[in-house]
């Protein structure tokens, strides 16, 4: 079992950066692929960016790619999302997933944990 809170997520302009967290607890959080994913109301969470459980393998959705840095520390039982240059576009709720067989899926089903999720609101 592994349980999922993020963090981070607030009230920015166009050009700002966040950081967001996932703090995880629970055992085993190191054989774990971790992914982002957002959603905006009313439609499907949208895969953002994944990580492997080393670290060393990292994937991002085209819109993000250039200003979102996915990493985590394994140490701490953390993901980070850092995300840069900031558009009104990124605005959702942004939610970390952990996946124990896939790495990098885009498909939200496969996760066999989520958090509940933090608002990140871009304003123009």
């Known amino acids: 079992q592994v349980q999922l809170v993020e963090s981070g997520g607030g009230l920015v302009q166009a050009g700002d950066s966040l950081r967001l967290s996932c703090a995880a607890s629970g055992r085993s959080f190191g054989r774990y692929s971790m992914a982002w994913f957002r959603r905006v109301s009313g439609k499907e969470r949208i895969f953002v960016a994944g990580i492997n459980w080393g670290g060393g393998t990292t994937c991002y959705a085209d819109s993000v790619k250039g200003r979102f840095t996915v990493s985590r520390d394994n140490a701490k039982n953390t993901v980070f999302l850092q995300m840069n240059r900031l558009k009104p576009e990124d605005t959702a709720v942004y939610y970390c997933?952990?996946?124990?067989?896939?790495?990098?899926?885009?498909?939200?089903?496969?996760?066999?944990?989520w958090g509940q999720g933090t608002q990140v609101t871009v304003s123009s």
């Open positions: 997933a952990a996946s124990a067989y896939y790495n990098c899926s885009h498909y939200a089903d496969v996760y066999d944990y």
